[in-house]
């Protein structure tokens, strides 16, 4: 008996909620897409049907039945649902406005899991009717790709929520993570830190993008893939790392803010794949081919590193 939602809601249907949806309705689940924009339910449309033959890439449904339907109508998302996961943008007023949309039309009973990227989820819960309900459920991108999910209770979540959404992390296959709450959480604090060092190294000249992409790739994130870094601690030798940790540490980069040269892009609407240019130059096509190969690359690693054991 699948520990799945029978009716799971998803709000807001932009860069992550069409790949949170099928992830779930491939697990067998009823899902509806809700979103406040006719133009984004349009577009999660379209990205729905994409990212439903990536699932086909990586392997079968792993129970029959799951569908997702998308509308504006929130009170036809909302009608039966025992999951709700949030997905608006990050923004706290935008999601404490959101969340007090939602309490006015469910039970107490219903789990509300947000997918912030690192909003305290106590702070988020402090004007809630019910916040106890309130859970952080952090995705990766892509979703439908990244089995890892971070659980973060904030201080007024219910146990029973926290081990029900494990349950259901679990249900569908994925990898939950339970973590206290600190801003940023575990993934996002542990990646800013690699960027913040990264971003240092090119804006001091030491390495190109290129070869910083290559030596991370090949190099940490390679072995990183395959052995977490606390198996790699011990792999290398806690007195390698006493040792190298002693000179090193106070050499690293501890900037506080975002490097210039990157505000210089962003005040120049280099963004990324989003304006064809950023940390690379994107010509005609070229953003879509790099996506395409973004996506079998993780579809190949994903299906090898499930694969071999959990070292
Ligand atoms: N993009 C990522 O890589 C990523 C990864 C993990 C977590 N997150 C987090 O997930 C959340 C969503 O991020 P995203 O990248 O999908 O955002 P997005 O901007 O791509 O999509 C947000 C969607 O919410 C909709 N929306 C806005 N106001 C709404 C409302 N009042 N009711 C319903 N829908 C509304 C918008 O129309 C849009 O379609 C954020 O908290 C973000 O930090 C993002
Ligand atoms: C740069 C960056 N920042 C935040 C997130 C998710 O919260 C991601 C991601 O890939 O999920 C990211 O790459």
Redo the contacts with the bound molecule.
């Keep these: 008996m699948s520990s799945l939602p029978t009716i799971a809601t998803v ?7 069409p790949g949170i949806a099928a992830t779930l309705a491939r697990a067998g689940a009823t899902v509806r897409l ?4 006719a133009d ?1 339910i349009t ?2 449309e379209a990205a729905y049907d994409m990212v439903r033959g990536v699932l086909e890439a990586v392997d079968s449904p792993s129970a029959p039945g799951g569908s997702v339907t998308f509308g504006t109508d ?1 009170d036809a998302a909302l009608a039966d649902t025992e999951l709700i996961i ?5 923004k706290l007023e ?2 404490r ?2 969340l007090a ?1 939602l309490e006015a039309r469910i039970g107490d009973d219903v789990i509300i899991a ?6 305290p989820i106590s702070t988020m819960a402090e004007s809630m009717t019910v916040p106890a309900r309130l859970i952080g459920m ?4 892509p ?1 439908h790709l990244i089995p890892m999910i971070e659980v973060i209770p904030g201080n007024a979540t219910a146990p029973e929520h926290v081990d029900r959404l494990i349950e259901i992390v679990k249900a569908f296959n994925y990898v939950p993570v339970l973590e206290k709450e600190i801003p940023g959480f575990v993934e996002n604090r542990v990646l800013y830190a690699i960027l913040r060092e990264c971003m240092a190294l090119l804006e001091e000249g030491i390495v190109t993008p290129e070869g910083l992409d290559a030596c991370v790739k090949w190099g940490i994130g390679y072995k990183l893939s395959v052995v977490g870094p606390t198996r790699l601690l011990d792999m290398a030798g806690l007195d390698i790392y006493q040792a190298v940790s002693s000179y090193l540490n106070k050499d690293l980069d501890n900037s506080t803010d975002t490097p210039e040269f990157i505000k210089d892009k962003i005040a120049a609407g280099q963004l990324g794949f989003k304006s064809n240019g950023g940390m690379y130059e994107y010509g005609e096509g070229d953003v879509d081919a790099k996506r395409k190969e973004i996506i079998t690359g993780l579809i190949a690693a994903r299906k090898t590193l499930a694969s071999i054991p959990n070292v």
């Design positions: 709000i807001g249907s932009g860069t992550m909620g809700y979103d406040i924009s984004a577009r999660a929130l949030e997905a608006v943008p990050e935008l999601k406005s959101v949309d947000t997918n912030t990227s690192g909003i952090h995705w990766s991108n979703p």
